[in-house]
């Protein structure tokens, strides 16, 4: 069971506060031949500014500016020493009322009953093995008296970790045969038996098992239907494929590993042609994957890496979204036919492989109209294999494919107020903090009025207090903007783009947040 927490330590995703460490690879790959069969859009809205500079003091310009793209931060952040944090020095942040993000967050938005149940999960830390054993036992007895569907759902996502917990398994046995070979491993057999002995398997497979229990209780509730890949054999639910995904990802992590190891400057950067393109905090090789977002490599052992690491609760937690999402299209819905009701337009930033889109097309009417943005064309090309494959489990043919668009956040090529919903997820701690608010106002701009921006990322400092000392530690697997995510106070970002904080949610390692465009 040991052998699981290397692994787990080194596959790319967002967050896992206390298993760290890291490598990485490089790669160079053909963009054009991808870049060929991508769509593209002009750009027919101009962008607003809410900013009035008038009305700031000189420290509060400062505070704009370190909004304002890394060239002006850049000067200003001379005047910040290392030291220092940059909250400090504007007295309009939150920072200066609110303890953490978590709390922030509570004086602004509506929060569900699971926030304060994650807050309390093992809060202080002091849960036993016995205790994480008896959480999944009571999981696992109240699926068997829920009735048959949730026996289904139950054994279909047992399996389901199952499968994660063998490739983490396997990937780790790989790694570890591989640093013995080129190393005395010493060291990774001490961090091996350092996890191992406090638990955090079962920790782990106690979250799962939760993370399912949340799910189902959406499901029950009619928020969203049953993953489509219960009973269809979709990509990632094809026996056929698991040999193939294993192999890819033990091969991924054996690299992952080595350069993790080495974590020379070098391991560090994606090379990327850079054509004006790709802004400068684009060329990390995050998670010292190969060549970060930038390679076919990555793109194809990505949903398989991210589920290893959460034992296969990683879509659980992306189908937080779905909940307001769902929210939204039901109520546009029920509009009346005479007040001009068109399809459902959503737009996806940041999309990496599409997966959470197939779940959103598969909740939301047939007729909607789905647009997926990421910079990557090497993931953009798993969108439209994942879309395809979903529209191919479909019985109604005239489902029109995803729209797909190779373009930035912060520079979305859309027509002012084109979409009711925008979605993003696990993008925001990969960004320094001036991107996230020049997205966040794109996201804003590109919504209509009344419609909803809906953010899915990584836990923040107080969102489970548990983890507020080590979260942090998840910057070593190369996520240069980590640190300053989980204490960045994320909905000032969307309330300065003039969005209103809605609703909040969490789910074991993940925090859903939405907002609204005024009318
Ligand atoms: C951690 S992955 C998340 C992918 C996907 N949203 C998911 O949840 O599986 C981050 C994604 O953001 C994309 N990305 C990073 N910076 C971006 C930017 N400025 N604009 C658009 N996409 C970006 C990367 O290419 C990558 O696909």
Redesign the pocket.
Known sequence: MSTLIPCLAFV???LYSNIIKSDSFHGTSSLASVTGELETCEKDGTKTDNTSQDEVTSQQELSVNFRRGLDEFAVQKDLISSEDDADSLFPSSPAHTFSSPAEYDKSKFQLDDRVQFWIDYNRNGTMTEEDFQSTIAGVAGRFAAGGNDARQYWLRHLSRTGYFFANAALGSVASLVQQKLHSDGEGEDNFVKAMATSGVILRLLSEAALSYEQDYDNIKKGKYKEPHDMYTLNAQNNPLSFGRQTARFVAEAMGTMARRNRASEEDKRARIRDDGRY?A??HTA?HYQTNG?MSRESANV??TS?ETLFLGR?DAM?RTALVPLVAHARQQRGRPHGSGRKPLRVL??????G??MTFARDNLPPDSEFTA????PF?LQKVKENDRNWRSLQRDRSIKPVQIVH????DLPFAEEHFDAVV????Y???PRE?RAQ?AAEMARVTKKGGRVIL?DSLQKGDRPVNDNTMGNFEKMNEPFYRDYIEDFLPRHFEDAGLECLTKTVLSSTKTLTFGKPL
């Open positions: 790319p995703s967002h802004p905090y684009y995050f977002w990505y949903e991210t990683q992306q996806e930033v940041a999309c990496g492989t997966r959470f943005v990421d910079l990557s993931y373009a930035k956040g912060e993003c997820m696990y993008l701690h990969e960004i991107v997205i899915t």
